[in-house]
């Protein structure tokens, strides 16, 4: 009885490790073009969902709130789009002396520019109890300004 107590508490977990047997099992289940589609999705169901749950669970003063922290909207996009990429590119210059491979740092230098995914940003804040609506502005906001602005850390750095 204390097992199936213990399994009911930990839904989530026992979900995750039945989800990854599964893909161990029958993994063409959910390859691009298999009958999961995740191509369409992981990148648009899935991001639209979550933020529809949480959008959901979220009081409009909470967020309208949220929107008025400028100093903190403004920490977070630079600490994210500015110091990470700037810290990432100081740590590459140490690496490039070493004899991992070109690439491979080129693909850290990719990465490190790149905004924290919307999902797990908002996921993992409210997960610890933050400010979920601020973490939903900015994982969008940070989202926007990196694809419509053209990756611009990306191209600074690789200059």
């Known amino acids: 009885m204390r097992l199936l107590e213990r399994m009911r508490k930990e839904w989530f ?3 995750i490790v039945l989800a990854i047997a599964g893909a161990k099992l029958e993994p063409s289940i959910g390859v691009n073009g298999g009958p999961l589609k995740p191509e369409i999705t992981v990148s648009y169901i899935a991001v639209a969902t979550i933020f529809f749950n ?3 669970s979220l009081k409009t003063e909470e967020l309208t709130s949220a929107l008025v922290h400028i100093k903190l909207h403004l920490f977070i996009q630079i600490f994210t789009l500015a110091f990470f ?23 850290l ?7 924290p995914p919307v999902s797990s ?9 933050g400010n979920e609506a601020a973490a939903i502005f900015n994982s969008a906001f940070g989202s926007f300004l990196v694809s419509k602005c053209g990756l611009i850390c990306l191209l600074l750095l690789l200059c």
């Open 85 to 107: 990429p700037t810290a990432i590119w100081l740590f590459l210059q140490l690496l490039s002396i070493t004899p991992i491979n070109e690439w491979l740092l080129k693909g």
């Open 13 to 15: 977990m026992v979900g």
């Open 54 to 56: 949480s959008g959901l």
């Open 121 to 129: 940003a908002v996921i993992l804040t409210k997960a610890v109890g």
């Open 109 to 115: 230098q990719t990465v490190g520019c790149m905004p």
